[in-house]
């Protein structure tokens, strides 16, 4: 990971010194949230089994992957779908990105039907089919466009809206702080920075110096996204920046458990173990059970695959086991090979056992 640059601002506690604040108590609407640790919106991967396994894990809120405006005003089934979310979730987010004023007007009143708790602008997704068509990190290129959008929408709705953005299109071109002030000035409740340009996609730095400046400027909550990925990131982040609220993406994709290690770590300043193999087993049961639940069996197993890494994170033999896995679309085999692996690794089964032979038999 690369290492991030920091806002090396002095420590805030919320007590000392002029416009005194809670630390770090975020409210949004109804709702109030002190440390908030978030799960980022994620296409093809915030889906309900997801979110559900992150909320069980300590995710404050949860957003469900981007939901295309253009397909909800056509009326697609398979966009509609993406917006349900179950009362067990809450609080959640739909996140519904778009160029078109009207269509994302009409977008964020479909995902009011849906009665989430936000309703969150994409303003930062970096993907060129989306963002040179002047949604997601398009809209920076375009802030009066952004500031209509985000006003229609933030009129069209009750439910309070948030937005998440990038500090700019370009290293030339950093307008974070303006777009803040917009933001606020439009009714926005929250904003997400992702403190990286759209030129960066995921790479590079992230750049945190942004958010003191930030809020210095507003006084909407701030939450800070972009390669935190620890317990340590996520104190460091809290401590440094004086952010409202951290999001976390991959490492969550990688650790679905960052959320708790993370809450631990703030409260008591001591790091948990890490998960054993049986609470990997156990959760990874829990995730595939979901998925069969809500996609039917061979398209949740099948797009599970993509959390397999993270289960496996550590464990012996990994690669090997996933390839394995791999091949299968149903659950029975799946669930077998999973038995024999912790028959032949627990109790003894270490994270460390990565070196030993694989004793697994082939499929
Ligand atoms: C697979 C994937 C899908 C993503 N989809 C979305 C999305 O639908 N909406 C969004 O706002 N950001 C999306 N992002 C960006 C993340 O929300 C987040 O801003 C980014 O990954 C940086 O945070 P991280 O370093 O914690 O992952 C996606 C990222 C990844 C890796």
């Known amino acids: 990971m690369p290492a991030r640059a920091l806002a090396n601002v002095m420590p805030v506690d919320g007590r000392g010194g ?19 640790i978030l799960l980022a919106p994620m296409e093809d991967v915030t889906d309900l089994p997801f979110r559900i396994i992150c909320k069980q894990m300590g995710a404050d809120i949860v957003y469900t992957e981007f939901v295309n405006s253009d397909g909800l005003v056509r009326g697609n089934p398979k966009t509609r779908k993406k917006m349900a979310f179950l009362e067990e979730e809450r609080p959640v987010g739909i996140q519904i990105y778009g160029g078109d004023v009207d269509a994302m007007e009409g977008a964020a009143r479909a995902a009011e039907s849906f009665n989430p708790d936000l309703i969150d ?15 997601g990190a398009g ?12 006003r229609s929408v933030v009129n069209a709705v009750h439910t309070p809206v948030t937005l ?5 299109w370009d290293a030339k071109s950093i307008r974070i702080v303006d777009v803040a002030k917009m933001c606020e000035q439009a009714g926005v409740q929250a904003l997400t920075v992702h403190c990286r340009t759209r030129d960066q996609g995921h790479k590079g730095e992230v750049d945190f110096t942004w958010i003191p400046r930030i809020k210095e400027a507003v006084s909407i909550p701030v939450i800070v996204n972009g390669d935190i ?13 004086g952010c409202d609220a951290v999001m976390i993406g991959r490492g969550a994709i990688l650790n679905p458990w960052i959320f708790r290690q993370a809450k ?15 609470e990997r087993v156990d959760l990874f049961r829990q995730h595939l059970k979901l998925a069969i639940e809500h996609k039917g069996e061979r398209t949740g197993v099948i797009e599970l695959r993509k959390h397999y890494a993270g289960f496996l994170r550590g464990m012996p033999h990994v690669s090997k086991i996933r390839n394995e896995l791999m091949q299968f679309t149903e659950a029975e085999p799946i669930l ?27 499929q």
């Open 18 to 36: 002029e416009g005194i604040r809670d630390f770090a108590v975020m409210k949004i609407g109804n709702l109030t949230i002190e440390k908030g």
């Open 121 to 135: 602008i994409n303003c930062g997704c970096w993907v060129r089919d989306v963002a040179m068509r002047g949604a």
């Open 139 to 150: 809209l920076l290129r375009d802030l009066p466009r952004m500031e209509r959008l985000t």
């Open 164 to 168: 998440k953005t990038r500090l700019g």
């Open 229 to 241: 990925v620890t317990p340590q990131d996520v104190q460091e982040t809290f401590a440094t920046t």
């Open 264 to 278: 631990h770590f703030l409260a008591t300043g001591e790091l948990l173990p890490e998960p054993t193999l049986e």
């Open 336 to 362: 077998q090979h999973l038995t024999r692996f912790l028959e032949l690794y627990s109790p003894r089964a270490s994270l460390q056992a990565e070196t030993q032979p694989s004793p697994l038999p082939h």
